[in-house]
């Protein structure tokens, strides 16, 4: 009783973790005190772990508990619409931040605002503000000034392993960077070790310095760039599932495939992955191996509609990375 007076008291508000570790104690909170915390919480019904958990418990919970319970996938919870109101005020925040960053670093006609600048760094403090520093003080040529600020990130934020990853991305691209433009031909010019490390790091980083190395490489001329087109989650919940009497999809063939092959305009690029998804790189590379274009991929399946505008008339090769491994690949000849 005690642990159920605490938990109510802290409802509307309880996290997901704390409701699934709470159904997961069968032996301390039974299935009435368990209903209770759930439905004041009515967002846990839109959890389908938590709804799979309580289909494990031992002492099953009766239909009638399950239905007050599941009643709450239709409502808004005060905890959602708590975050709501903090999401609208954090992407405030943030259009505030970026308009007054844009504004003190001045233009071609207003000089940069330098101290203004470093107390909009200091004052918003975040992983990206310190970001922004770093790259504010490499464009101005300071480069051991901001060499000092990305290495001193990990010591005062708390970084998760991708946020870690991404942190080496950082590192990696402004020292490729520093090597461009400190080269003393002037001409600024990618060399092909240069432009190797950007292309691994363009295909492989979906961050922002994934998206550094990309804008340079296209600035180079060493790859044209597509916009992805972002799809919503098009998943169906089990039960509606069974009901879904669409067309049925052939999966029969490999992960990877293309049509029309040969191609003039366009070709369509199809990905299926079976049953388990994942995340996926697909990148496109001409005879000589050299990447031409790459694309993130992200779940089961799914099918890709690519120009061919900026290719040439050729043979080139497709192929799927997932988690660092090639794991099919087609040839593709474009005929203009």
């Given amino acids: 009783m005690q642990i159920r007076s605490e938990l109510l008291a802290e409802s509307p508000y309880l996290s997901d973790t704390v409701m699934?570790?709470?159904?997961?104690k069968e032996e301390v909170l039974d299935n009435a005190m368990i209903r209770d915390i759930l439905v004041a919480n009515s967002h846990s019904a839109k959890s389908d772990e938590i709804i799979n958990k309580l289909g494990?418990?031992?002492?099953?919970?009766p239909d009638y508990m399950m239905e007050q319970i599941l009643a709450g996938e239709d409502t808004v919870s005060t905890k959602e619409m708590l975050e709501a109101k903090k999401a609208w005020w954090d992407n405030k925040a943030s259009k505030s931040y970026a308009h007054l960053l844009n504004r003190f670093k001045g233009d071609s006609a207003t000089p940069a605002n330098d101290d203004s600048l470093n107390w909009l760094f200091a004052y918003r403090n975040t992983i990206?503000?310190?970001?922004?520093?770093?790259?504010?003080?490499?464009?101005?040529?300071?480069?051991?000034?901001?060499?000092?600020?990305?290495?001193?990130?990990?010591g005062i934020f708390t970084l998760t392993p991708a946020q870690l990853e991404t942190h080496h991305a950082y590192l990696d691209f402004y020292s490729l960077s520093?090597?461009?433009?400190?080269?003393?031909?002037?001409?600024?010019e990618l060399d092909s070790a240069i432009a190797s490390s950007l292309q691994n790091m363009a295909a492989s980083n979906t961050e922002l310095p994934g998206t550094y190395a990309r804008n340079l490489l296209i600035s180079h001329g060493y790859l044209s760039y597509q916009e992805p087109i972002i799809l919503p989650d098009a998943g169906l919940k089990d039960t509606r599932k069974e009901k879904f009497k669409g067309v049925k999809v052939d999966n029969?063939?490999?992960?990877?495939?293309?049509?029309?092959?040969?191609a003039n305009d366009y070709f369509i690029i199809k990905i299926d992955l079976g049953k388990t998804g994942d995340r996926g790189i697909l990148s496109l590379r001409d005879g000589t191996g050299r990447l031409i274009r790459s694309h993130p991929f992200y779940g089961q399946q799914d099918?890709?509609?690519?120009?061919?505008?900026?290719?040439?008339?050729?043979?080139y090769l497709l192929s799927l990375t997932i988690s660092g491994k090639q794991s099919d690949c087609v040839k593709i000849t474009v005929v203009k």
């Fill in 20 to 24: 699934k570790t709470s159904v997961e």
């Fill in 56 to 61: 494990k418990r031992t002492l099953p919970m």
């Fill in 128 to 154: 990206s503000s310190w970001y922004d520093k770093a790259g504010w003080l490499h464009t101005q040529g300071k480069y051991p000034e901001a060499e000092n600020t990305l290495t001193s990130i990990p």
């Fill in 178 to 188: 520093e090597q461009i433009f400190t080269d003393t031909t002037g001409n600024n």
């Fill in 252 to 262: 029969s063939h490999s992960m990877l495939s293309v049509y029309p092959n040969p």
């Fill in 303 to 315: 099918q890709l509609v690519w120009s061919t505008s900026d290719l040439k008339s050729g043979m």
